[in-house]
């Protein structure tokens, strides 16, 4: 009978920590208070499960030399596996709860015999070790590539970028009509269930981010996979896992088989979750068992059973071999110098990489961001976004701020807060020194306003404006206004109030650019140059 139980606090444990996750990841969010007014901190542990990661923390002390604060908690998750196997797999990890509840679902790809056939051990689950192995040799190049399939990394970036700014708007969708309505219970019910999720877990802005319809496209392709291979990510490509599952060669708990008992049923492979191969005759793997016991549930002779300090034949190690083992040495020795070949650094970057307010220089940034999208999920402005090509390949889906959809907040620093790795070092508001009466002598710089002066209406076309003077937020303002004697199109003088840029005030934080009326290419706009992380990108100024 207790075996038996063993599946349902599984559950239990998977649904647990799958809203503890989603909860943070709400949270990730800055939220007004009572008051209506925002203090720009959060309230939540959100990097918590980043804290966890151990292949976040052996990856980033390869890649950095150094172990960032915080990465040291992954031993919670490390540990234990020496001894207890791929737990983290079958009862906490919120990508493989997800992976498991949709392998669950009916499927015609997985009926009777088709589904006890795969959720046998297939030859392709020791990819994950191929990834694995390639993106530590990646990170011994000073790359962190491996964070486009680290599994917090892939829900954050999916759901926090894609699944969640499409829930806001469609929830406000519906919402909006009820709250509008002639009809007072409707307009009540509306505002009501508005208030609550409010409060919950919709977001107080309206957030879109760039690429988001491909990750979430590319997300949900993910977990329709399962349909047809039961965690099928899992099992084949997770290297977090093939991470956890090299280290449970050493667990002392172990699956035994009463082979007297057992009369070949194959219960246990109708609901296998790892392609461990539990029924009897085989050795069981145990680097690919995910603990998620439903083996020992399913089983009506109770022929199996979890024991500490067995004496079993079974698959200890990855069935990896020479070749695969080389193949994914020579995937990462090779992969970084081929993406780094076309990437701009120093002075070939691209103009339009802005970094966020505390990112490491160029090379240092890569060796530890791992595309987590976490800092784009907080930003207050909506500023971060995904990068496409901005960073070249090696660089892709790390955070650049995008000025024309939102700008840095002076005080904010909330990026910098929930960055796991240090990709982005964590600074205070002084530090950044775009505060009035900040101590700061020089402030943290994202680049350098400049103008286009056959858009900007006062230049081009005698017509008053001054917006981006009004908008620039550091004191003393960086664009600042000269009045000029100009002919209209009449031929009559007028005197216009012209703006121009004073570059060693500029920051770069794209309030300008931002709040230019011109809609289609505004006439100010902030290039990388001058940007205090890289002493390549410095343009010649006296400073002090």
């Not at 981010?209 to 990510?233: D, E, H, K, N, P």
């Not at 199996?304 to 069935?319: C, G, I, T």
């Not at 402005?381 to 090509?389: E, F, G, I, Q, V």
């Amino acid at each position: 009978m207790a075996r038996s139980k063993l599946p349902v606090l599984r559950r239990i444990s998977q649904i647990f920590f799958l809203i503890l996750f989603l909860a943070l990841l709400v949270f990730t969010s800055l939220r007004p208070t009572p008051g209506g007014t925002s203090d720009i901190h959060l309230r939540a542990p959100v990097r918590l499960f980043f804290e966890w990661d151990p292949l976040i923390a052996v990856t980033n002390a390869i890649a950095s030399h150094a172990l960032y604060r915080g990465l040291l908690w992954s031993l919670i998750i490390l540990l234990p596996t020496l001894f207890l196997g791929r737990f983290f797999c079958g009862w906490i990890c919120p990508m493989g709860t997800l992976q498991h509840f949709v392998g669950d679902m009916p499927s015609e790809a997985k009926r009777g015999k088709q589904r006890i056939e795969a959720n046998r051990y297939k030859r392709w689950q020791t990819v994950k070790y191929v990834v694995l192995i390639a993106g530590l040799v990646a990170a011994a190049f000073g790359s962190m590539a491996i964070g486009w399939l680290d599994p917090f990394s892939l829900l954050v970036r999916s759901i926090g970028l894609a699944i969640l700014p499409a829930f806001n708007f469609a929830v406000r969708a519906v919402l909006a009509p009820m709250e509008h309505s002639h009809i007072a219970v409707i307009k009540a019910t509306g505002g009501v269930i508005h208030a609550v999720l409010q409060a919950v877990v919709l977001d107080f802005r309206e957030t879109h981010f760039a690429q988001g319809l491909f990750l979430g496209i590319l997300f949900v392709v993910i977990l329709a996979a399962s349909l047809r291979v039961t965690r099928l990510w899992c099992r084949s490509i997770c290297p977090l896992g093939a991470l956890l599952g090299a280290v449970s060669r050493w667990s002392v708990l172990g699956l035994h088989k009463d082979a007297d008992s057992c009369n070949k049923c194959n219960k246990c492979l109708m609901h296998c979750q790892g392609g461990d191969d539990p029924i009897g005759g085989v050795p069981w793997r145990k680097s690919e068992c995910l603990m998620c016991m439903n083996c020992v549930g399913s089983c009506p002779h109770s022929s199996l059973e979890f024991r500490f300090f067995r004496n079993e034949k079974e698959v200890a190690s990855p069935d990896l071999g020479r070749r695969r083992t080389l193949t994914g040495i020579a995937a990462g020795a090779v992969a970084v110098p081929l993406m780094r070949a076309n990437t701009g650094m120093g002075k070939s970057r691209h103009e339009l990489l802005l970094r966020p307010p505390g990112a490491l220089d160029e090379p240092d940034f890569l060796s530890r961001c791992i595309r987590c999208g976490e800092c784009m999920k907080v930003c207050p402005n909506n500023s971060l976004h995904p990068t496409l090509d901005q960073a070249g390949l090696e660089g892709l889906w790390t955070p650049t701020l995008v000025p024309r959809i939102g700008y840095c907040e002076p005080s904010c620093v909330l990026c910098s807060e929930v960055c796991p790795t240090g990709a982005i070092w964590q600074i205070t508001p002084k530090e950044k020194g775009w505060v009035a009466g900040s101590a700061q002598s020089l402030p943290v710089r994202l680049g350098t306003a400049f103008y286009d002066r056959g858009r900007c209406l006062p230049w081009a076309m005698a017509t008053e404006c001054i917006v981006c003077e009004e908008w620039c937020p550091v004191s003393p303002k960086a664009i600042y206004i000269q009045e000029a004697q100009v002919i209209d199109s009449a031929g009559n003088t007028r005197t216009l109030k012209q703006p121009r840029v004073d570059p060693s005030r500029c920051v770069g934080c794209g309030a300008c650019e931002y709040a230019c009326p011109l809609q289609e290419h505004p006439a100010v706009y902030v290039t990388s140059i001058g940007e205090s992380r890289s002493p390549s990108s410095q343009i010649l100024l006296n400073r002090k």
